[in-house]
């Protein structure tokens, strides 16, 4: 009879130990299963995440590159008598018709501009401020004086998203374009060297063209950049 009991009690116990095995079991495989849907639900956060990262990145990176596509160097022009001339872009460039302003409002575009001289207003600011097509500017262009109106490969480069493109058409007399379309001002070139001439990818005929057409102005001041320039681009030629 004890052993009968024995028996029965071992046994007992045997099915508890399995059941208790496979509730373990169990309730493990159900962690597990847990773990990975969390991590599986979180991934596209992730992901979304890292990619509005990128696209601030490409965005930081394009306002850089077009903040850097006008070279000069920080000048008093009031001081010298410059301060009314297009050092960088022409004035077909900085110049905004009448007619364009009614198109989008007189008091939107005050607004947009604000008080005194804004220096970041221009054609290729003002389109993109106010989102304009391509065919709508040509048809306010054909409303323009002939003095103002654009031709068409200005307005082709406008809309072409090529910044080198826009500063070829549009850079000043004044300053020297490089072969990147970079724009320099007079300034700048006179404050450095033909190795830096070179760097840049500036020809000589470029830096010798805003040179001479600096000196045309008459300004005293100005004058005495165009002749630090002259000397680099002297070593410049000389080096070719």
Known sequence: MKRILVTMLLTTLLLVSCDSTDMAHETSETSVETVVTESSESAPES???????VENSAQSETAIEQAASVHTT????????????????????????????????DDLFQEWVGEGYNPNVNLQTFIQEFGLSKEEFQMIN????????????????????????????????????????????????AEHNAADYQAAGLSADAVASAIENCQTLGIEAVDAYCTQAQTALTTFEAEQ
């Open 47 to 53: 992901s979304t995440s890292e990619a509005s990262e």
């Open 142 to 189: 054909e409303q323009t004086t002939e003095l103002s109106s654009l031709p068409q490969e200005k307005i082709d480069a406008l809309f072409s998203g090529d910044q080198a493109a826009i500063n070829r058409i549009f850079a000043s007399d004044f300053a020297a374009v490089s072969e990147s379309g970079d724009i320099y001002t007079i300034f700048w070139l």
């Open 74 to 105: 920080d000048v008093d022009l009031s001081a010298i008598g410059g301060d009314t001339i297009q050092w960088d872009y022409n004035t077909s460039y900085t110049n905004i018709d009448r007619v364009y302003i009614a198109y989008v409002g």
